[in-house]
Every structure is written in C-alpha cells, then in structure tokens.
C-alpha cells in the first residue's frame, strides 16, 4: 500500500518546476504520516534545482521546512499521535550508530544523514522510490525520531522555515555561546539572517547587522538590532574594527570576506552558514594577529531543533513570511535570486487542489 501524492517538481536544471504525482509510503511500525499544511521555500532548494551542486536526480520534489498535522502512526511509535501539530526538517534518517548520531548530532553523521529530499532512499523501493522527496507535496512519512513537535504557541506557516531557517541560526549561537553581553555581527538580512538576528537578541547579545545599504535598516531594528552597519562605508567598518564576538555570515553568493575578519575581537569567529559556490579569498595575517577563526555549521540535530522550536514558542519568534501557493514557485524561485523577499516564501499546501 501506499499514499498518492500531489506536489510541485523539478524535471531538469532548466526547466520550471511544474505539477508532479507519486507515491509515499504507508506507516511503518516506527514511522509517522503527515498531511504537509506548509512547506518554507529555501535558497539551497534553488540551488539542488539548479544543480549548482552538481549530482541533483530528476524528478526531484524540494522542500524541507515542513510543518503539518499527524494523519496515521506505526505501532511502535509513543511520541506523537494523529492530529498532532509536527515538522520536518533537512534530515529524515541517519545512520544512528556513528560518534555524531550518538551525541544527537545527527547532521554531522559520518556515513551521511538521509536527506529529504534527493538522498538514496532505501523505504522507498517496494514503490519505486529511488531517493527521498521534500515537502513541495501533500503528504509524507517520516520515522518518529525526526520528526519535531511544533509548541501550539506557534502558528504552523510562520513555523516551517524554523525547520530549516531557524535551527541553521540557532546552533551556531549555541555553539559559540551566545548569551548577554555577547556582541554579534549578522551578515545579510535575509531567510537566514532576520532569524539569527531575532534569536540572537533573545538570547540576551547586543546584536549589528552588515548589509550592502539601508533599505532593511527600519526591520533589523524591529527584529532587535541595535546597530546597522554599511559594509561599504570604509569609515564605519574601521571604527567597528575588533568589535564582534561572533559574526553569522548568511550570505549565500560570492562576496567579499576579508575586510570582515577585521570586525572580530581577539578569539572571535566568523561562521559561514551561505551555500557558496565559488571560493572566497582570505589573508592569514588577520587572522594570526588576533587568533579569530572562520569557522562552519550546518543545520542541527533533532534534539537541538526542538530546543529551538520551544525556546522561539517561549519569546514569541517567528519568520517573517509571505504566503503564496504552489503554482507561484517559479515566480518565487526568481523573485529570491533578487533577493525580493520578506523574509521567507512559504507555501500553502491547501492551495495545491487549484494547482496539480
């Protein structure tokens, strides 16, 4: 048996996304069926499209920022039950038994998480599933122990792109221990950056965005900035010199980097959280002289994330979201290439019936 399935697909890098039918699996006895409610469109869905990457499999059906409701569980699954409020993020599966997965650091596992989609997907083959499908669709079936508990405090559009957006942000504050009087520094207002800025001042920092203008100056403050930085004003960049303790670097476009190492205070890092593609130059001088670092993160693990789920549920954080339906996607794929976003697409899965 298995579950028909509606959603929106790729079938080549140059070809628009267009509707897509298929089959998910029934529940096992370990896993969790979800009717998708809303699914956050990401950038890296853009470049999996695009095989910018290179290794993309078509079809491929994007998306994992999933949140939706409860529909069937398997026998052996204790923590959820049909009508719960759930989501689903980068990673549906991994190996479980390597040093990361041990320590609930799932997205680091050495033989490689399952992705959502386009990873090998071996509970896919009694119905012709080579790789694993994202949330651009109706319906999925994940086991319980990726699947994340969406608090009732968030409303379950604005809480899709935590699943990605947010956790991406959050673990990185984490890691380097943010907290009050830590001072950061958030590259790019976009998907990535506007939630690190919301977390980061949750979190207790004194928290600076870097941006290419202004335009965004009036939303980092309401998001809970206390500065906003032009990153082409030589003069401000030189009186903010050895100021961060921590800059998050969302961009995910070739830029200019090493001005921004001047930024850090003695011990401080850089994380880069963009998915670049070509390769950013930077001097070792800078970084000898106050022993900064550029440093790397990636998502988190599933207890991380529902860390991050209740603490934004707490202070009340959410992205900020523009709804729109699933036949829009071609349209929102290049309105983000402009960088035309406030903050995040979202689709509306309910909207699906007028579309494929």
Not at 124 to 152: E, K, M, N, W
Not at 297 to 314: N, V, Y
């Amino acid at each position: 048996m298995s579950i028909a399935t509606r959603a929106f697909a790729a079938t080549a890098a140059d070809a628009p996304l267009s509707p897509y039918r298929f089959d998910r699996r029934d529940p096992g006895p370990d896993d969790v069926a979800i009717e998708i409610k809303y699914c956050g469109v990401c950038h890296s869905d853009l470049h999996v499209v695009k095989n910018d990457l290179g290794g993309t499999r078509y079809p491929i059906v994007p998306g994992h920022e999933i949140a939706g409701v409860v529909t069937a569980v398997g026998a052996n699954v204790s923590r959820f039950k049909v009508g719960d409020r759930v989501g689903v993020g980068c990673m549906v599966d991994s190996c479980r038994t390597c040093p990361s997965c041990l320590e609930g650091e799932e997205q680091y596992c050495v033989p490689g998480m399952t992705q959502t989609y386009g990873s090998a997907d071996p509970k896919g083959a009694d119905i012709g599933q080579t790789i694993t499908q994202g949330g651009y669709s109706d319906h999925i079936t994940v086991t319980q122990d990726f699947v994340l508990r969406i608090p009732d405090a968030l409303p379950l559009d604005a809480a899709a792109p935590l699943l990605c957006a947010g956790i991406t942000t959050w673990s990185p504050l984490r890691q380097w221990g943010v907290g009050p009087g830590s001072k950061v520094a958030v590259i790019g207002l976009g998907g990535l950056g506007h939630m690190a800025v919301k977390l980061a001042a949750a979190l207790g920092a004194e928290v600076t965005v870097l941006s290419t203008s202004d335009r965004k100056r009036a939303d980092a403050e309401r998001m809970g900035a206390k500065h906003f930085l032009i990153n082409s004003d030589k003069a401000a960049m030189k009186a903010a010199g050895e100021k961060f303790d921590l800059i998050i670097n969302t961009v995910s476009a070739t830029h200019e980097i090493a001005s921004h190492v001047n930024l850090l205070a003695r011990d401080g890092t850089m994380v880069m959280l963009g998915l670049t593609t070509e390769a950013l130059p930077i001097f070792a001088v800078p970084l000898l002289w106050r022993r900064r670092r550029i440093a790397g993160s990636l998502i988190g693990g599933i207890r991380e994330t529902q860390e991050m789920l209740d603490f934004c549920a707490e202070h009340g954080i959410a992205c900020d979201i523009e709804v729109i339906a699933p036949d829009q996607i071609n349209e929102a794929y290049a309105r983000m290439e402009k960088s035309d976003v406030r903050y995040r697409f979202v689709i509306d899965m309910a909207r699906l019936d007028k579309a494929a």
